[in-house]
């Protein structure tokens, strides 16, 4: 849908389309789902040709009939972000020239997607939501709009999430982009019609799992166990002589298939988006930052999360608490990861469930393994 004549928080204006699915009636109370770094709008059954594995479906156990967030009780929409690939303009879609943006669509940040989705809502004759929903940097999305629209949100849930990316973790994403942009066939950015640079996007999404799981999460399902079978064409001269292990053909596997749906521009624009949040931004502390906003809010966080830790959703919910609004914050023992709440989505169902019912109680927190 088109939303407009559209400026951006850093500079550049264009006109914007915004991909977006909704599900249920559209009498319902209104709940915005905010996707992660390379998801899409297609957050339950399956996507449309084309689109599939994690691009799609990816939270089909919380999201649908019955479910956490119940399809029957809510009016759910998801929107693909500004900069992305699945829909929304980007640096895939073609420009006023006829030729992809490219290296020339305009940086975005979280704000930009944020505003983005209010324009949709806009022309959805949405005003209020009911809720607004994320994990990861979807997560960080949620928070946003506590402190650009909060009078238009009443509940935000924030799920494996921090105020901010941290410095080892701004630190790796810096190897992911220079692995990316360092490809001979990335050419600048200018690559569409042409190869890409699919070794530098498989380099990066690499370093993205070994983000997305903990030490404890790679030992339990790899260890030091031999794959099956090598990968074909790796020039090492050490290769033949060792073992390739499981571990290794992990992320070469899903390397693969990554390179195989997502832009690398996207994911240069995206990742970047998320590196330069922070919620404090432009106040004198983040609960200055949202202090107009009065509703309720969940903060999910888990122990075996590495990129965003415990202590960061603490911080989150302190900031909220001394803002005034009504806080839950709730810690789950597992030593999962990052993705937990993407891999192991009935950690979220309880919690979430009782939280858009309003009837979030205390508890201790679950103990959970992490799978083997």
Not at 164 to 177: E, G
Request: hydrophobic fraction near 35%.
């Amino acid at each position: 849908m088109s939303v407009g004549h559209f400026e951006f928080e850093r500079g550049g204006s264009l006109d914007l389309d915004v991909a977006y699915e909704t599900y249920g009636d559209a009498s319902n109370p209104p709940v915005l789902v905010a996707h992660a770094l390379t998801g899409s709008q297609y957050v339950t059954g399956p996507g449309p040709e084309g689109i599939d594995g994690q691009a799609a479906g990816w939270w089909s156990d919380v999201v649908g009939p019955g479910r956490a967030v119940d399809t029957e009780e809510f009016f759910v929409i998801v929107a693909n972000v500004p900069g992305s690939c699945y829909g929304t303009t980007g640096p895939t879609s073609m420009g006023p020239d006829g030729e992809p943006y490219g290296p020339d669509f305009p940086p975005v940040t979280i704000t930009d997607w944020v505003r983005a989705q209010a324009r949709l809502l806009d022309e959805l004759d949405i005003e209020t939501l009911y809720a607004v929903i994320g994990g990861s940097v979807g997560g960080m999305n949620a928070l946003e709009w506590a402190r650009t629209y909060p009078d238009r949100v009443e509940r935000i849930a924030a799920i494996a999430t921090g105020p901010r990316v941290d410095t080892q973790n701004l630190a790796f994403d810096s190897i992911a982009r220079r692995a990316i942009t360092q490809d001979p066939e990335y050419q600048g950015g200018e690559y569409y019609g042409g190869p890409g640079p699919t070794d530098g996007l498989g380099l990066a999404r690499r370093i993205g799992h070994v983000q997305y799981l903990s030490k404890d999460s790679m030992e339990n399902r790899f260890g030091r166990r031999a794959a099956d079978r090598m990968l074909a064409g790796l020039e090492d001269p050490t290769a033949e002589a060792f073992s390739y292990r499981d571990i290794a053909s992990y992320l070469d596997y899903n390397a693969k298939t990554f390179t195989e749906r997502f832009d690398a521009n996207s994911y240069l624009y995206l990742l970047r988006a998320m590196d330069e949040y922070d919620l404090a931004s432009g106040h004198a502390s983040a609960a200055d930052a949202v202090s107009d906003f009065d509703g309720s809010v969940f903060v999910l966080s888990y122990t075996g999360d590495w990129q965003f830790t415990v202590e960061q959703g603490r911080e989150i919910a302190d900031a909220f608490e001394e803002a005034g609004a009504t806080v839950r914050f709730e810690r789950i023992v597992d030593d999962y990861g990052h993705d937990v709440f993407l891999a192991r989505p009935e950690t979220v169902i309880d919690p979430l469930t009782d939280f858009l019912d309003g009837d979030r109680t205390s508890r201790e927190p679950q103990e959970l393994r992490a799978s083997s």
